[in-house]
């Protein structure tokens, strides 16, 4: 991260290379401070130890350059035939033994630091390619120089711009990226393909997106409900500690979130090991309300000022307000007309449930013509009351009755606080939904306090609360109603009932978080991009596909429905 001295910062030489493979991977590492390591990079940086450790003529220098404008590590450096050499190891195979241009451009870099370090000249670089055990010899001479000042002035030019570069046109080199399931390369190529196109002329092969984003996070989420708890860090572990039991030891690099619910504490060892590590910490009152989020990373500045340039764009608000309500509205007509499909033995839907539906439809159509927010909202609003008033079918005491189970009847939706037992589910797992669209968004660095439907009237963060619209159906309603349906739950043990509020007891906590947990492990297949992901993985998905629509090529988001 730059230092207030770091106003002309110097290009590190990775960067460089970076730069050389493809000017977007440099600018999300290099302007946006965006690095990820997958298992290629690894492997690469175990060669170079181990390379680096066993060389007994080696010398490893760290070196920077105000002329050139750049900085960097060398792998190592030996004297070859009377002069210096500067040596740089690959794990891979030589481009049929010559070098990769960016493999040469970095070389060429290094070759200029060393020169400048040492006073002595230098005349080549070599790279060394273990996959096939070649080596490959880089001439330091007046063309490497102009190569390498050009590529310096390229890369101070990409940073004088708040726009990412466009995607590479060769999909080959984003197979091998480490930051394909930030830059989403083949989703930009099937927007751009399929967007505004005729369906009939995009063919199914053409419109197919070869999957670079992981199906699903296998980190686990750590939610602390004891009252009391501590959560400390020791080495690379994290360590709960649980009054009266024995402390719980969770590896820290298998940990993706820790959510503390009341009265549990974090150290701030811990804070700082997650920060550092890429795990998300929320807290959460005992009530299930969000109170924070916390996630380390990159300060974002290019991309909040694009966020900022979009929604300052009424239109643009306009568009994807009209294209969220939408999903939301259409999600719901799906998911009701599912949950209600007459069986065998019924004539048909009841017709006050038909009602329900024709108001929902009627809004769905009004909304598609909306020229105004508000219009939106009002329909949208509408649309709600339809579906919550349409709620109470949607909850049988088995799938041939009707009626609610006992201690589960359902007249209507109510919240601040909740009145019934079921209203005391929605909040608690909507609570869950908006933690998770939240950590999502600051995980891909949005600012949260900008949205584009969902205006500031409370602390909850607007962008959150819109995003957080296409997930209350598959992550929220429809798990609650399962678990209902199901007799899961224990209208005495599982909840705290007073005559003005009903909440979660700390079992039926426990339950709903294994419930909602394990929902979002479900893996279902997105409608547009036709591949499989985790839920959880969608809602980050969502959350990259909407910076997007004003950060590459629009129109993917907000396109996932119920089947």
Not at 156 to 162: G, K, N
Request: glycine fraction near 6%.
């Amino acid at each position: 991260m730059g230092t207030p001295d770091d106003v002309v910062p110097l290009t590190r030489v990775m960067a460089l290379h970076a730069l050389a493979y493809c000017e977007r991977l440099f600018y999300l590492e290099e302007v946006e401070e965006i690095r990820l390591a997958n298992e290629r990079v690894y492997e690469g940086r175990r060669v170079h130890l181990q390379d680096i450790s066993e060389g007994i003529e080696t010398l490893t220098y760290e070196m920077e350059s105000e002329r050139w404008g750049i900085r960097g590590k060398v792998d190592a450096v030996r004297y070859r035939d009377g002069s210096l050499v500067a040596y740089e190891h690959k794990k891979g195979k030589s481009n049929r033994r010559a070098a990769w241009p960016s493999d040469r451009l970095q070389v060429i870099a290094y070759c200029a630091l060393l020169e400048e370090a040492t006073g002595k000249t230098i005349l080549e670089g070599r790279i060394r390619y273990h996959a096939d055990n070649v080596t490959v010899r880089v001439p330091f001479d007046d063309a490497a120089r102009r190569e390498l000042r050009a590529a310096v002035a390229r890369a101070a030019e990409l940073r004088q711009h708040l726009e990412r570069p466009p995607v590479t046109s060769d999909a080959r080199l984003c197979r091998h990226c480490a930051l394909a399931p930030i830059c989403l390369p083949e989703e930009d190529r099937l927007a751009v393909m399929t967007v505004n196109a005729v369906p009939d002329e995009v063919e199914p092969e053409d419109a197919k997106v070869r999957r670079l984003f992981p199906e699903r996070d296998e980190r686990r989420i750590l939610h602390i409900t004891e009252p009391g708890t501590r959560v400390e860090r020791s080495a690379e572990e994290l360590v709960v500690e649980i009054p009266g039991r024995v402390p719980v030891r969770f590896p820290g690099k298998d940990v993706g979130a820790v959510i503390l619910h009341g009265a549990v504490q974090i150290t701030t060892q811990a804070i700082h090991y997650c920060a550092a590590n890429d795990v998300a910490i929320h807290w959460l009152t005992g009530g299930g309300n969000v109170v924070g989020s916390f996630r380390g990373g990159t300060p974002g500045v290019q991309r909040r000022h694009r966020q900022y340039a979009a929604m300052s764009d009424p239109d643009f608000c306009l568009g994807l307000a009209r294209r969220l309500a939408m999903a939301k509205v259409e999600n719901q007509i799906r998911y009701v007309l599912r949950a209600t499909r007459p069986t065998a033995t019924e004539a048909g839907r009841e017709p006050e449930l038909e009602q329900h539906l024709t108001q929902m439809r009627h809004a769905l159509a009004q909304i598609s013509r909306a020229t105004e927010p508000d219009e939106i909202r009002g329909y949208e609003g509408s649309a709600g009351q339809a579906y919550f008033a349409a709620f109470a079918s949607l909850i049988r005491t088995s799938p041939g009755e009707r009626g609610s189970p006992a201690g589960f009847e359902f007249v209507g939706r109510n919240r601040r606080p909740p009145r019934d037992r079921v209203n005391a589910l929605l909040s608690f797992f909507y609570a869950l939904v908006y933690k998770d669209c939240l950590a999502a968004l600051i995980a891909v660095g949005l600012e949260p306090s900008f949205g584009f439907l969902h205006t500031p009237r409370s602390a909850a963060h607007p962008l959150a609360l819109d995003l957080m619209e296409l997930f209350r159906v598959p992550l929220a309603d429809m798990p609650v109603v399962a678990s209902i349906n199901r007799k899961q739950w224990d209208a005495t043990e599982d909840f705290v009932v007073t005559p003005h509020k009903v909440w979660l007891s700390l079992e039926g906590k426990r339950k709903a978080i294994a419930l909602y947990e394990e929902r979002k492990q479900e893996s279902w297949q997105h409608p547009v991009l036709r591949y499989s992901l985790s839920y959880q993985r969608t809602i980050e998905l969502e959350a990259r596909l909407l910076e997007k629509e004003w950060t590459g090529a629009p129109g993917l988001f907000a396109r996932m429905r119920l089947r």
